[in-house]
């Protein structure tokens, strides 16, 4: 007869299958085990959703570094567009008409608001701070019994009143004058000059100022001629000239951001009649970075889309990818794929509007190849075309007319703006297209685009002049595909509306919504499992008062026969 075996409910002890020869334990995790299948088919299920939810994760991080890599080159909208437009971005090339290396005398910065052009800047002279010093002191540790109440400053600037007692060392003097440093723009240091020679400098800490220095009692006696220190260097103005022109133009620092508009000159030393040409042009090695980023980030998700794709239902050795056949994917792919073939929207006839005509051109693999040659020279010779081709192009006849904002909803062709007037607070009284009549909503100098218009999506603003009447500005817009493709990606990758982000919501929903019947089903399964061993419990209590009625009867009849 089986022993049985040993199991414990609620912390109580039962023996199963000692009578019946069952083994129980097995039957009741059988039993149980067919009523989890749904709960099995759920985990599958959950197991598939992380799965694809990977899979949507790297789809979407794709997409978002594509759509990053475009945006200096879609023409960015806003105030801050033209900082961020590579095609504005700026660099300088500096020749020097000596022998000295240009880099040597100056260095030169812009911005994306430079204008390209060609500047000529001789450096006269460098600005420097001024720097005075004392008469020696044999020890800088000494009290040097002075006792003053000096006035210290710079040339225009803020001047602080510093107290020198009698017991204070040189050491001491230089602390006091750096605990104001801040207010005064001085600061002092202690030199040692030799054994027994200490002297104490004080540095503006701005260029082309002098410093100010008074006091009523003994302190220039005693470091000075009575009157002054000693000066070691001028504060110098920076002086250069620009263009031949003979004006000399003064700045107080080496560093100059108003004589030409986005541009920084940094002046590093002086070279009398070296006339260092500067020329600002437009930064084309960057912009041929990001045209090859962006090459290479569209490959990348070319690949992904080539794995996701790669099944074979008939090969025992291929697995079926987390999304194939995936409707979400298969749109990417035609929206891409659609706008990397058709090219910009709306540029002139005989312009470049291809990727393919700047040398940038699909393989047989659907990725992109740049020919590195055919595309410089694009930049070089023809570098506005190269802009159509990416950029979304407006282009008033009014500079005065700008977008602030867009969105792909806008399919606009070139245009003519009535504006009806404008009232004596800059406020548009009244506008609208010719041919398409009223189809902004205007709220003092911006026109925004009304939903179901061409313009929907676009909104823009005029500052025209208070008081003046009717006009009409031209406008001439282009659709290029880097400004295609970043509207294109936002519809599956923008945060709470996006395809993508919409999808994702859903199988994280789905998943916890199994998660919890799970834990419904596991919670109904346990109750089972303890009626299923209460009940074969019983039905072992029963077999065993039998077994113990039998023996009884068993002894009884043998009993009486004896």
């Not at 067919?34 to 790297?58: C, D, H």
């Not at 000596?98 to 430079?114: D, E, F, P, Q, Y």
């Not at 041919?435 to 909503?441: A, E, H, I, L, T």
């Not at 008081?467 to 406008?475: K, M, P, R």
């Amino acid at each position: 007869m089986e022993a049985g075996t040993l199991t414990y409910v609620n912390g109580s002890p039962r023996i199963t299958g000692q009578y019946s020869g069952f083994d129980t334990n097995a039957i009741v995790e059988a039993t149980l085990l067919a009523k989890r299948l749904p709960a099995v088919r759920m985990e599958s299920t959950i197991s598939n959703n992380e799965v694809q939810t990977k899979a949507y994760g790297e789809l979407n991080t794709l997409l978002t570094s594509l759509r990053n890599s475009l945006n200096g080159l879609r023409n960015p909208p806003g105030l801050s567009g033209r900082d961020n437009n590579i095609f504005e971005a700026k660099s300088a090339f500096l020749t020097s008409s000596t022998t000295t290396a240009a880099t040597s005398i100056l260095g030169v910065s812009s911005t994306n608001s430079a204008a390209a052009g060609v500047y000529e800047i001789e450096v006269l002279q460098i600005a420097t701070a001024n720097k005075i010093s004392s008469g020696t002191v044999v020890d800088s540790t000494a009290a040097q019994g002075v006792t003053d109440t000096i006035t210290l400053g710079l040339t225009g600037g803020t001047s602080k009143d510093i107290t020198i007692t009698a017991d204070m060392s040189l050491n001491d003097i230089a602390g006091a004058i750096n605990g104001v440093s801040n207010d005064t723009g001085v600061r002092a240091s202690v030199i040692k000059v030799g054994d027994n020679d200490f002297r104490m400098v004080m540095t503006a800490e701005e260029t082309g100022k002098a410093i100010t220095l008074s006091g009523a009692g003994n302190f220039l006696g005693t470091f000075g001629d009575g009157a002054v220190l000693s000066e070691l260097q001028a504060g110098n103005k920076a002086q250069i000239k620009v263009d031949g022109i003979a004006t000399v133009i003064e700045r107080d620092t080496n560093n100059i951001t108003d004589v030409i508009d986005g541009v920084t000159i940094q002046l590093y030393k002086a070279e009398v009649g070296n006339k260092i040409k500067v020329e600002i042009n437009n930064n084309l090695g960057g912009i041929k970075t990001a045209i090859n980023e962006f090459v290479e980030t569209y490959n990348t998700l070319r690949d992904l889309v080539k794995q996701q794709r790669n099944y074979d239902p008939s090969s025992s050795s291929s697995s079926k990818p987390a999304l194939f056949g995936d409707d979400i994917l298969r749109r990417v792919e035609r929206a891409l794929s659609g706008i990397v073939s058709t090219g910009a929207e709306g540029v002139d006839s005989g312009e470049i509007n291809t990727l393919a005509l700047m040398g940038v051109e699909l393989n047989d693999d659907n990725k992109l190849v740049v020919d590195s040659t055919k595309l410089d020279d694009a930049l070089v010779t023809n570098l506005d075309g190269v802009r159509s081709v990416f950029e979304f192009t407006f282009k008033p006849d009014d500079t005065r007319l700008a977008v602030i904002s867009r969105t792909k909803a806008i399919n606009v062709d070139d245009f003519s703006l009535v504006i009806d007037g404008i009232d004596g607070s800059g406020n548009i009284t009244g506008a609208s297209v010719t041919g398409q009549g009223n189809v902004f909503d205007i709220s003092g100098n911006t026109l925004k685009g009304k939903v179901g218009t061409a313009f929907e999506g676009m909104t823009m603003v005029f500052v025209g002049t208070p008081g003046t009447g009717a006009q009409t500005i031209e406008v001439k817009t282009s659709y290029g595909i880097a400004e295609n493709f970043f509207h294109s990606i936002d519809d599956f990758v923008k945060p709470g509306s996006g395809q993508l982000s919409t999808r994702l919501l859903e199988i994280a929903d789905a998943s916890k919504d199994l998660n919890e019947k799970i834990v419904a089903i596991d919670a109904r399964l346990e109750l089972t499992r303890n009626f299923l061993i209460e009940k074969y419990s019983r039905l072992e209590q029963v077999l065993a008062q039998a077994d113990a009625m039998r023996k009884q009867l068993e002894a009884q009849a043998n009993a009486s026969k004896s």
